[in-house]
């Protein structure tokens, strides 16, 4: 792996940094119960901080002088007396980067975060790796996990759940659903009570839209949509979700659009901006600018509509100029189209409105869903049948069991299939059943994680 720093760290006030962490505990967890005082250091304790503190400065002197590995080897005999002092572990990532240890590098950076999440510059230095690997693409939706770890080497700690993984490197968490990256979610400062929507937009794009990158961090989360073979590194369309924690709450749709406008002016040559349909708590809106020394020219048509505690925003960006009249028409009725929906209506207590308002989203999205099973039955594809039925059915969905049903899905019309939906409530869970033209029960489909997945294989 290649990695070009400046040397930062001859410009450093390394010795006070030193000397502050070396002689305070501040670095490690405090005690919860502020009323009972910690036990004074032993002499042996104290003793050990000196010598640390002793090669720690022996380290500086070494980086001064750009002795790199004899640096290496003074923050490494700190470590072994201190192991869990944060900046140790980043000086010593520092020391290693510069003699193009880069693999051990990151290694350090990632201890230096975990052990201190508020050692700002670990944290920089941290982000610079990561925007390192974002570059290379290695973090977009649908990366591999075995190419994962191919880069980013063994993580700092890995949790299994069925066909999910989680591998956590520094404060950062990578999801994978079957082997393949799903999201990634910076944890600094992150309340699990905004990872959960309450509400989110319902849009459609459709093929050959793809799924891009997805990410959450403290104040949002983000999802990005491209068409392959582009990427989000390198794209000529992008179509974005995103909701912003709590902003609902604090701002109009308005004045969320006039901050953007704030930060678009500071960052672009604005050749546009122009207001489509406004509104307090929904506004439709456009932007054009300029190309730039290292900005390129593009033109993106956005809504942001406020929810009761998140702003939500969709956005088109073309970068191809100039967006074709047609083109700018279609994406502002697409925009227009989107609603503003509950998130986990499987959680909530609905009333009959809510119930049949959700009875004609999933019919919807179900003969959409249903008219792609049909070609995937046709194709013999089990792999891209399988995520949508419920774990208990999956391995009944093989190659035969396809074949079999291939005469069914020549003749086989979506919008028969589902005619109606039925919506239940069964011990506090909901449920909804998908009716067919003859008035029986084509399959149960039941909320899975934030998804309904069908509990019977529907086809024969």
């Given at each position: 792996m290649k990695w070009n720093l400046s040397a930062r760290c001859l410009i450093l006030s390394l010795a006070i940094l030193i000397v502050l962490l070396l002689h305070s505990d501040a670095c490690l967890a405090q005690d919860a119960r502020p009323e009972v005082k910690p036990e004074p250091p032993s002499a042996e304790t104290l003793e050990k901080r000196k010598e640390a503190l002793a090669h720690a400065q022996q380290g500086q002197a070494l980086l001064k002088q750009k002795d790199w590995k004899s640096a290496i080897t003074e923050f490494e005999k700190s470590i072994e007396l201190q192991p869990e002092n944060s900046m140790l572990h980043y000086l010593l990532s520092v020391a290693c980067l510069e003699d193009s240890q880069a693999s051990r590098s990151w290694i350090e950076i990632r201890k230096a975060v975990l052990l201190d999440a508020e050692n700002k510059r670990a944290a920089q230095d941290f982000l610079k790796f990561w925007s390192f690997f974002d570059r290379k693409g290695i973090l977009n939706v649908g990366t591999p996990e075995v190419e994962v770890l191919k880069l980013l080497g063994k993580p700092d700690s890995q949790r299994e759940n069925k066909d999910e993984t989680q591998l956590v490197y520094g404060f950062m968490w990578l999801n994978f659903r079957n082997a393949s990256l799903y999201a990634v979610i910076d944890t600094r400062k992150l309340s699990a009570k905004d990872m959960v929507a309450v509400k989110s937009m319902k849009f459609h794009l459709g093929d050959p839209w793809r799924e891009g990158y997805r990410m959450m961090n403290s104040t949002n989360a983000l999802t990005e949509f491209v068409i392959p073979p582009e990427t989000v590194q390198n794209y000529q369309q992008l179509f974005s979700t995103q909701r912003l924690f709590k902003l609902g709450e604090q701002l109009s749709a308005r004045d969320m659009m006039n901050r953007m406008k704030s930060l678009v002016e500071k960052s672009y040559q604005l050749e546009e901006w122009n207001v489509i349909e406004d509104g307090e708590d929904d506004i439709?809106?456009?932007?054009?600018?300029?190309?730039?020394?290292?900005?390129?020219?593009?033109?993106?048509?956005?809504?942001?509509?406020?929810?009761?505690?998140?702003?939500?925003?969709?956005?088109?960006?073309?970068?191809?100029?100039?967006?074709?009249?047609?083109?700018?028409?279609?994406?502002?009725?697409?925009?227009?189209?989107?609603?503003?929906?509950?998130?986990?209506?499987?959680?909530?207590?609905?009333?009959?409105?809510?119930?049949?308002?959700?009875?004609?989203?999933?019919?919807?999205?179900?003969?959409?869903?249903?008219?792609?099973?049909?070609?995937?039955?046709?194709?013999?594809?089990?792999?891209?049948?399988?995520?949508?039925?419920?774990?208990?059915?999956?391995?009944?969905?093989?190659?035969?069991?396809?074949?079999?049903?291939?005469?069914?899905?020549?003749?086989?019309?979506?919008?028969?299939?589902?005619?109606?939906?039925?919506?239940?409530?069964?011990?506090?869970?909901?449920?909804?059943?998908?009716?067919?033209?003859?008035?029986?029960?084509?399959?149960?489909?039941?909320?899975?994680?934030?998804?309904?997945?069908?509990?019977?294989?529907?086809?024969?």
């Open positions: 439709l809106y456009e932007w054009r600018v300029a190309k730039g020394d290292k900005t390129p020219a593009q033109h993106e048509i956005s809504r942001v509509v406020r929810g009761s505690r998140d702003m939500h925003r969709l956005a088109y960006v073309m970068r191809k100029q100039p967006l074709k009249s047609a083109d700018r028409e279609q994406w502002i009725n697409r925009l227009k189209s989107a609603q503003l929906i509950l998130a986990h209506p499987e959680t909530a207590n609905l009333t009959a409105a809510q119930k049949q308002e959700l009875a004609d989203q999933l019919k919807q999205k179900s003969r959409e869903i249903i008219e792609k099973q049909l070609q995937y039955i046709r194709d013999g594809d089990v792999a891209a049948m399988k995520p949508y039925f419920t774990e208990r059915v999956r391995k009944f969905i093989t190659k035969a069991s396809l074949k079999q049903a291939t005469e069914q899905a020549e003749s086989a019309k979506p919008d028969e299939l589902v005619h109606d939906i039925e919506i239940l409530e069964i011990d506090g869970s909901l449920q909804a059943k998908i009716k067919m033209k003859n008035g029986r029960t084509l399959t149960t489909l039941l909320p899975v994680n934030g998804r309904w997945e069908a509990d019977t294989i529907w086809f024969e």
